[in-house]
Nanobody, 126 residues
Framework: QVQLVESGGRLVQAGDSLRLSCVVSGRTVSRYAMGWFRQAPGKEREFVAVITGSGDSTAYADSVKGRFTISRDIAKNAVYLQMNSLKPEDTAVYYC???????????????????WGQGTQVTVSS
């Protein structure tokens, strides 16, 4: 069984940086595309970033492009989300997810993800 556990979320100030981690057990991360999604209070969950199973392609939401970077460490079976220049509108619960699909078009849609973590709260104060 695949399990995903996120960590690293906390309260930070606008302009700060933060790195979220997602440790995967049960399967190697190289077998899945790994994505990050987030859900702010009162809003629907939205795509943030994804890295393909091969590791050679990434995609980002326009709202985070140039500020966030997704990466993975196969040896640690983990995926990371480096978040720089954080803004109050980045406040949300961040979820890590794993997908067996390929194709960045599909990987930006949560319906194509089979496994999800429990989420980690990121709060950015102004």
């Amino acid at each position: 069984q695949v399990q995903l556990v996120e960590s690293g979320g906390r309260l930070v100030q606008a302009g700060d940086s933060l790195r979220l981690s997602c440790v995967v057990s049960g399967r190697t991360v190289s077998r899945y595309a790994m994505g990050w999604f987030r859900q702010a209070p009162g809003k629907e969950r939205e795509f943030v970033a994804v890295i393909t199973g091969s590791g050679d392609s990434t995609a980002y939401a326009d709202s985070v492009k140039g500020r966030f970077t997704i990466s993975r460490d196969i040896a640690k079976n983990a995926v990371y989300l480096q978040m720089n220049s954080l803004k109050p509108e980045d406040t949300a619960v961040y979820y890590c997810a794993a997908s067996g699909y390929g194709g960045l078009y599909y990987l930006q849609r949560e319906n194509y993800y089979a496994y999800w973590g429990q989420g980690t709260q990121v709060t950015v104060s102004s």
